[in-house]
């Protein structure tokens, strides 16, 4: 059992590396800045949030300040104070983690990927002449999207037609006539 003025001191240590993650942990949330995950996934609830994000990593941190903390005030020395702060961190962090990771496998997103409209029918909004780009709509993944499209027939094709999406030319549609 340690005294109690060896209590306050080895406990204000853990208070201030408390006090530091939490203050990072703000910054982070308030600046972002946390672009350590999988860019590449389309957020449909495959990709997962990296395990060292800094957003886990200061949790780390508030977990083992606050637990080396109580530790330290309940008597026990700075090597077992730290075990237990090491302890409560990876129990933070880990909490963290699944919540960031659920709210970022959640997150919505509004990119609509042309090769998805490849073998349906649209609507032709703006005319399409031989040789010139018009617009159409249809329904994606349940909602309404509008896309440049050309024609692959030489035909005028007019407004209010239907037409079928045959491929993607990058960003555009090439459509031919419903028939």
Known sequence: MQ????????SIYFVWIALFG???LCVSFLFGGDHDHDHDADHDGEANMSLFSFK???M??????????????GGLAVV?????GIFTGIV???LGYFLMNYLYRHQGNSVVKTESAVGLYAIVDTAIAP??????????????????ARSSSAALIPESARVRITQTL???LLVEPDM
Request: aromatic share 12%; net charge positive; charged share 10%.
């Open 131 to 148: 040789g010139k780009i018009g617009e159409v709509h249809c329904t994606v993944d349940g909602r309404v999207t509008y896309f440049q």
């Open 56 to 58: 886990i990593l200061w």
């Open 22 to 24: 939490t203050a990072m």
């Open 92 to 94: 933070m962090g880990s």
């Open 60 to 73: 780390f941190t508030v977990g083992f300040g606050a637990g080396g903390f109580f530790a330290a005030r």
């Open 170 to 172: 990058g960003n555009m």
């Open 80 to 84: 077992n104070a730290s075990l237990c």
């Open 3 to 10: 005294s109690l003025p060896t209590q306050a001191a080895n």
